[in-house]
């Protein structure tokens, strides 16, 4: 290995770092989205899912919720793809452009 030079492995699973959650888990994530948010409508569908208009019960803050089908991620590209919208949407600041709140 040349120093100063990444080492670069390949995952042995595009989803590698993606947690399987089953049915189980699924129905708890949409459950913890329904006690936390309101759901007031879809803004919009893509390729990996859809995102919907959300009011906090908390805080009454309008929020966008952005939710991906495991099932549409179909290869390495696809979830490179997905990962650099997150981390995109992480560093942009800017008072007419979402900020990123939570992952998961």
């Known amino acids: 290995m040349v ?3 990444a080492k670069r492995t390949q995952p042995t699973n595009i989803m590698d770092g993606i947690e399987n959650t089953g049915d189980v888990r699924l129905h708890d994530h949409r459950l913890r989205l329904k006690q936390r948010f309101d759901i007031v409508r879809k803004l919009g569908q893509g390729t990996y899912g859809k995102v ?4 906090n019960k908390k805080t009454g803050q309008e929020v966008a919720i952005k939710t991906i089908k495991k099932c549409k991620i179909e290869s390495e590209a696809d979830l490179v793809r997905i990962r650099r919208e997150v981390q ?3 560093s942009v600041r800017h008072p007419n452009i ?3 709140v939570q992952l998961g």
């Open 52 to 55: 919907q208009l959300g009011i």
């Open 98 to 100: 979402v900020n990123k």
């Open 88 to 90: 995109i949407m992480s």
């Open 3 to 5: 120093v100063g030079e």
